[in-house]
């Protein structure tokens, strides 16, 4: 069993004396839903100058060009928000990746916008937990490591994308190019439990929009002629629910198209979203869904076309995964209120790294995760 040494209890409480709360409170009262590039700008600004305390060079990178597809079919540029990219010591022989997103669900339209106090140590409001709050617990831990010194023997990237929550589709390139060469990459999502337990795997997440083209007919004068885009939309719907399975979750949420009662129709789009757990799992929806498609052409004579696609792989805990998940959860789980107030809970995991884990470290230790999300 391994303890944490004196140098790394000091740099975990230099980090749990960061002002994080101040922090979530002032992040969180600015609107950064998904399709609000002005928020989203804001909330770029505000965090570039945060993360300005940390060295290394800062950018806002411009997202990558996407393509929606609109009710009717067509393909049209949608707009995201800028990226923030930060890179420390790129010539360390250690490198590490550090994510976290923007955005959040809450629109600018959305009733929730307001941050207020849930009960005593519970704070509530847009973003807060996923994941303004994890986003102030990874500058608190970086800013500390590089306040002790404990920094200089390892390098690092940090991503903060615009569009996490509507898949990353102008972001994807960047966090992947981020990753490449790392030993590890630490994503600040809320825990999975109220304890603090860390989340580890996590499934994949593609959403398509599926657009079917049929004959449009009069419904009372020649229907045969017909080819009804609506059914043969429905018919793939249920094609591709019935390929759930517990390691697959099929979504199908929407269905456009169609007009007037007297008419055929001859347009429909389906819009789904599908999470597999496993890369396997992953070809295999791939597999269902053109399967599904050509079945469908063929058996409705109509046309298809499929817009999207998997733009975040699944992240299953393998034996490396699992390694780093292990060294995190080592870490005590402590934090202090901005006011000076203790936690209103805190414990501390005395488990021990694998001693054979490469990954574990000092500096691993006091910039993972660990700070309770219920205190700030
Ligand atoms: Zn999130």
């Known amino acids: 069993m391994r303890g944490v040494s004196g140098e790394e209890q000091a740099v975990l409480?230099?980090?749990?004396?960061?002002?994080?709360?101040?922090?979530?409170?002032?992040?969180?009262?600015?609107?950064?839903?998904?399709?609000?590039?002005?928020?989203?700008?804001?909330?770029?600004?505000?965090?570039?100058?945060?993360?300005?305390?940390?060295?290394?060079?800062?950018?806002?990178?411009?997202?990558s060009p996407v393509e929606a597809m609109e009710p009717s079919g067509a393909l049209k540029p949608l707009a995201h928000g800028r990226n923030l990219h930060l890179r420390v010591r790129p010539e360390a022989p250690a490198q590490l990746l550090f994510t976290g997103h923007m955005d959040t669900v809450y629109g600018a339209d959305h009733p929730f916008q307001r941050v207020s106090w849930r009960e005593e140590g519970v704070l509530g409001g847009p973003g807060v937990a996923d994941m303004k709050g994890g986003i102030a617990v990874l500058l608190a831990a970086l800013e500390a490591i590089e306040t002790s010194g404990g920094g200089q023997g390892f390098g690092y990237e940090v991503v903060i994308n615009s569009d996490e929550e509507v898949g990353s589709p102008g972001s994807a390139a960047l966090i992947a190019e981020a990753a490449r060469g790392k030993k590890a990459a630490l994503t600040y999502e809320p825990a999975a439990l109220p304890d603090g337990t860390l989340a580890g795997a996590r499934p994949g997440s593609g959403n398509f929009s599926i657009r079917i083209e049929g004959r449009s007919a009069h419904a009372g004068r020649n229907p045969e002629e017909g080819r009804n885009a609506v059914v043969a939309a429905a018919d793939l719907t249920l094609r591709l629910a019935r390929s759930r399975t517990p390691s697959l979750s099929v979504n199908p949420a929407r269905i456009e198209g169609g007009g007037p009662n007297n008419v055929v129709p001859d347009h429909a789009i389906l819009r789904i979203n599908m999470r597999p757990q496993t890369v396997d799992e992953q070809r295999r929806a791939q597999q269902v869904l053109e399967d599904a498609v050509s079945l469908v052409a063929a058996e409705h004579e109509v046309g298809i076309t499929m817009h999207g696609g998997f733009a975040r792989p699944p992240k299953p805990l393998d034996a490396r995964a699992s390694c780093s998940h292990s060294c995190a959860d080592a870490v005590p789980i402590s934090a202090r209120r901005s006011d000076g107030a203790p936690p209103a809970a805190s414990a501390t995991a005395t488990t021990s790294p694998p001693a054979a884990c490469p990954l574990?470290?000092?500096?691993?230790?006091?910039?993972?995760?660990?700070?309770?999300?219920?205190?700030?």
């Open 13 to 63: 409480e230099r980090a749990a004396a960061a002002p994080m709360l101040d922090q979530v409170q002032a992040w969180a009262a600015v609107n950064s839903g998904s399709r609000n590039l002005a928020g989203l700008g804001q909330m770029a600004a505000i965090y570039a100058d945060a993360f300005a305390a940390l060295p290394g060079e800062i950018r806002l990178l411009e997202p």
């Open 360 to 376: 574990w470290t000092r500096w691993a230790s006091a910039a993972a995760p660990s700070i309770r999300r219920k205190n700030i």
